[in-house]
């Protein structure tokens, strides 16, 4: 009898959802990032996303929750490069001693004008970089599940390895004449560097830039000179200025590019692997024609 009521407790507490709450708890500034997290830590972490899908980083407002979230963390994943340009206040207000991680650590920044280009994870060997640098805070933070950490790490640094095959065989079925195209703000720096597409944009770094009429102006006369035969809305932006320059050139409306946010699960790029997928077949065949 004795056997058996310990034998009960036993079970009792390896199947209490006590354990869920054991988990490390990380949060990530944005959706990208939390989905990096995610590939990694998978089961072993409590996973919280600050800005979620469909949703711009660029321009987000920090509520009382989050200055919550942010305290409760152990691990903090951000992108860093000037990108969360929120973040400061937030951390101040919360209080957090969590482990701040800087995604970027290691990436040589590209330039706009003065500032860094924050959006590195567009290429995807800049990816496998923010992958190591979350892998390595969290096996810090971590140590007993340092294993189940590396394990995931090494097979997604494998499908990123194939990721990166996979655009460089469809961007070599391009012309090269046609390599290029108008996008609603600088967020393919980094794909234009590794891949050789030519990204121009009417906004700046940061979606909170209004172009001028006279930039608009030029964007114009650049398509209809250079022949740029396609662009681009993108999933945070408003689509009216693309809109505009494409009826004014005859350039193809090529379709939507995912830049700073994923979507939904049942969006067309819920993962950071579906996202570049889903951009590398839609400049493939807005280019290719």
Not at 11 to 38: C, Y
Not at 64 to 70: E, G, L, S
Request: glycine share 6%.
């Amino acid at each position: 009898m004795r056997l058996r009521l310990w034998l009960c407790l036993v079970l009792a507490v390896t199947a209490s959802p006590l354990q869920a709450a054991e988990r490390l708890n990380v949060v990530a500034s944005f959706s990208i990032l939390g989905d990096l997290v995610r590939q990694i830590g998978g089961d072993s972490v409590n996973l919280t996303t600050l800005v979620g899908a469909n949703s711009d980083v660029h321009v987000y407002t920090p509520t009382p929750a989050d200055a919550k979230t942010v305290a409760d963390a152990r691990v903090l994943v951000i992108n860093g490069l000037g990108l969360e340009g929120w973040l400061p206040r937030l951390l101040q207000s919360s209080g957090s001693k969590a482990q701040t991680v800087v995604a970027t650590a290691g990436i040589v920044p590209l330039k706009l004008g003065s500032d860094a280009d924050p959006h590195a994870w567009q290429s995807v060997a800049n990816a496998k970089i923010y992958v190591a640098n979350i892998r390595d805070a969290l096996m810090s933070a971590d140590p007993a599940d340092a294993e189940i950490f590396r394990a995931r790490t090494n097979r997604y640094l494998d499908e990123l390895d194939a990721l990166d095959a996979e655009v460089r065989e469809a961007i070599a079925k391009i012309p090269p004449e046609r390599r290029r195209v108008i996008s609603t703000h600088d967020a393919f720096g980094y794909f234009a560097a590794a891949y050789g597409i030519a990204f121009i944009a009417p906004l700046g770094v940061s979606t909170e830039s209004e172009p001028s009429a006279r930039d608009i102006a030029k964007i114009i006369a650049q398509v209809r000179s250079a022949k740029i035969p396609a662009v681009f809305l993108e999933n945070i932006s408003d689509d009216r200025l693309v809109g505009r320059i494409a009826a004014e050139t005859g350039a193809t409306l090529g379709g939507t590019l995912f830049s700073d946010s994923l979507t939904s699960e049942k969006g067309d790029a819920p993962t950071y692997i579906a996202m570049v997928r889903h951009n590398i077949k839609a400049l493939t065949g807005a280019l290719g024609r």
